[in-house]
């Protein structure tokens, strides 16, 4: 990646998590794998039969028309809509009946004291009062057991400063680059991160922001935390500025999250290695651990003003990021607890569900080529009639990494302390070191190594639990396994486990491919969508997903594009049961340059939220654009159309034409 002018990287942090790379994982375990797709499910056999019709890399003419002739005997589907047709454009389109209304943008008051948005003269503390950046994880809290009235809890992942910022990019050899950044800058971008919390009514049959609601808080880059669990108070987490190392100031990064079942808001940290800069002092003891962690990458300036950025300065702060964060949103002013019990990585997501035991089981992705799927189950129980004993679940209980093993079983391995390899004599003098280098940990248990795990969310009807694995290009053929059955996987695929005897606390389990994403009409993609999936339905990059209370599958993606397969991101429904299993059907797609987040659906089946995040990034490979996207040139003004207004990512509330349920 080009430098800029100040010697940081600020141009695509988007792009953070899909920088080019090896991967951080220097063990590359191979406790399955060396061995190759030895295990290809009869199930993913049939359905890779249309792709084994393609005999071209091409287009197959022959393929497309058994997918056309195949929709016939969609009548097992779950789904019933109009699916909108793949493309790219500059607005967002969903299907035919619904309709889908902005309900959040960046910028937006939530405070009535915040001023109205002026991307000309903003300012941190206008920032901090206002909806932020790059929406991501979409929850829902309903309040007093209200279907229409509860707080929706939104991360605010990352800034795109050539988007968000007047007069700062320039065109050198038809790049962006951008001019180096002010104090003012850092401090509004740091503001646009973390998360939003805020009242939301439904009236009228649409939902409308409460401006000052009693609950509305915004967390940025600088609310102040608590370090909670076994970590809290290692030397490991001190700093200058917090010699108890329970302090810290922040999240950053928060990518996908949860809701628990006691109501609170998760905000799982995830590429935290760009917001540090600076080298550790010569021969300092986190060197190997910040290199597992890829850290630092120097994409944002913030170090320049804020010490703590700054490994030269202050050689431990990265250590106090990369975890997973729990929010009593019922107190707006409550300390955010960084929950160290459930590891320190480049977390996704945190969804859970309750086990027959009442223990709490929360699925974990750690975000980066050839790492790991985790789960934490908790030591105590969870007690619906009780919140308070409820909120301190997160400190104590067991992180495990998974073993997807070759005949298709699964096994949970624990990461405790003095057991197995995890001694003393490895670097581990406590549990509080093995969760500060949780990867490194998880490299000793020969955990298999994945195709970039993102959301994990368990399904309580079925019993099931989806992992979204994006992609990863860098796997090599003699690193494919049967749970990462290609190599140069450029399109990702869906795994689904079945804990052993529907036990979401087991340490055991079984597993199949759901589906191989990617055109399944190009022989060479291999992928394995039914046959009864349209030109539209099929998709790549799965991202984030939602399971619905009828227990129904939803994936939205992250990297579709012009050039990579013809279509923008957007949510596909996708069946998981009976014969229409692997079907796919585009339900929402997002304006060009966007990825789409969320989604969430209501309890109520009547509301799916959906996030669209930086749309505008890109326009180059768009017919319609074909020049980098900026600021002052943008490839869309969505969702405003105003000249007058930048692009802003927007949370979209989308409903069925006069009410009823989706899908
Ligand atoms: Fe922030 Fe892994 O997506
Ligand atoms: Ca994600
Ligand atoms: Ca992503």
Redesign the pocket.
């Known amino acids: 990646m080009d430098k800029t002018v100040d010697g940081t990287k600020p141009f695509r942090s988007s792009r953070l998590?899909e920088a080019d790379g090896e991967g951080l994982n220097p063990t590359h375990n191979r406790t399955m794998g060396e061995i190759i797709a030895a295990r290809f499910s009869r199930r993913s056999f049939l359905q890779g039969s249309l792709a084994a019709t393609a005999i071209a890399a091409t287009v197959s003419p022959l393929a497309l028309a058994a997918a056309v002739d195949a929709k016939a005997s969609t009548s097992a589907s779950r789904f019933d809509f109009a699916e909108v047709v793949a493309g790219v454009d500059a607005d967002h389109h969903v299907a035919e009946g619904y309709d889908a209304d902005v309900l959040l943008r960046w910028g937006d008051r939530l405070f009535a004291d915040a001023p109205e948005f002026d991307p000309t003269a903003q300012s941190p503390e206008a920032q901090a009062r206002q909806f932020g950046y790059n929406n991501d994880y979409v929850g829902f809290i309903p309040l007093d057991g209200a279907d229409d009235r509860g707080l929706l809890v939104v991360n605010h992942e990352y800034t795109n400063e050539h988007l968000m910022f007047p007069g700062i990019v320039t065109i050198v050899d038809g790049e962006i680059t951008v001019a180096e950044a002010d104090r003012t800058r850092v401090d509004i971008e740091m503001a646009a991160h973390g998360g939003t919390i805020v009242e939301i009514r439904k009236e009228g049959g649409k939902w409308r922001p409460v401006l000052d609601g009693a609950l509305n808080r915004r967390i940025t880059a600088g609310t102040e935390m608590a370090l909670s669990g076994p970590a809290a108070g290692h030397d490991r987490l001190k700093t200058k500025a917090d010699p108890t190392g329970r302090r810290v100031h922040g999240t950053i990064n928060n990518c996908a999250g949860g809701v628990t079942p006691w109501g609170t808001y998760i905000m799982a940290e995830e590429n935290i290695h760009g917001y540090f800069m600076g080298a550790l002092p010569d021969g300092h003891p986190e060197a190997a651990n910040y290199e597992r962690m890829g850290i630092p990458e120097g994409t944002y300036a913030w170090g320049r003003f804020h010490d703590r950025f700054d490994l030269s300065k202050e050689p431990n702060e990265a250590n106090r990021f990369g975890w997973v964060v729990e929010v009593d949103v019922m107190d707006p002013n409550s300390v955010p607890k960084k929950r160290t019990a459930l590891g320190r990585f480049k977390h996704e997501g945190a969804e859970s569900i309750v086990a027959k035991n009442g223990k709490v089981v929360f699925y974990l992705g750690d975000d980066e080529r050839f790492d790991y799927v985790y789960k934490f189950v908790t030591a105590g129980t969870y007690d619906p009639d009780d919140r308070a004993a409820n909120m301190d679940l997160l400190d104590e209980g067991t992180l495990y990494v998974a073993r997807f093993e070759e005949d298709g079983t699964l096994e949970w391995l624990p990461l405790i302390h003095g057991e197995g390899p995890l001694t003393e004599e490895n670097g581990f003098a406590s549990q509080a070191d093995l969760l500060i280098e949780t990867r490194r940990a998880a490299d000793l248990l020969e955990a298999t190594p994945m195709d970039r795990p993102?959301d994990v969310e368990p399904n309580g009807t079925n019993g099931r639990v989806y992992v979204m694995l994006?992609n990863n290009t860098r796997r090599k053929d003699d690193q494919v396994d049967a749970a990462n059955p290609r190599a140069a996987n450029a399109f990702g695929h869906i795994i689904e486990i079945a804990e052993a005897d529907g036990d979401f606390s087991a340490t055991r389990g079984t597993w199949e491919v759901l589906l191989k994403c990617g055109d399944p009409s190009v022989a060479e993609v291999g992928a394995t969508f039914s046959t009864a999936t349209s030109e539209n339905g099929w998709f790549g990059m799965p991202?984030n997903c939602a399971v619905d209370a009828d227990g129904r599958l939803w994936v939205s993606t992250?990297g579709n594009s012009p050039k990579a397969t013809g279509r923008t991101d957007g949510l596909w429904a996708v069946d998981t049961d009976g014969e229409a299993r692997g079907t796919s059907r585009l339900f929402y797609r997002v304006p060009v340059g966007a990825?789409m987040c969320g989604p969430l659906m209501t309890d109520d089946m009547e509301t799916m939220f959906v996030a669209v995040q930086h749309p505008g990034d890109g326009g180059e490979d768009w017919e319609g654009f074909g020049r980098p996207s900026y600021y002052e040139d943008l490839s869309t003004r969505w969702p405003d159309f105003d000249e007058a207004m930048p692009v802003r990512p927007a949370v979209v509330a989308i409903t069925r034409t006069g009410g009823g349920r989706i899908g």
Do not use: G, K
Request: charge should be negative; aromatic fraction near 0%; glycine fraction near 0%.
């Open positions: 998590e993102e994006t991202d992250d990825e």
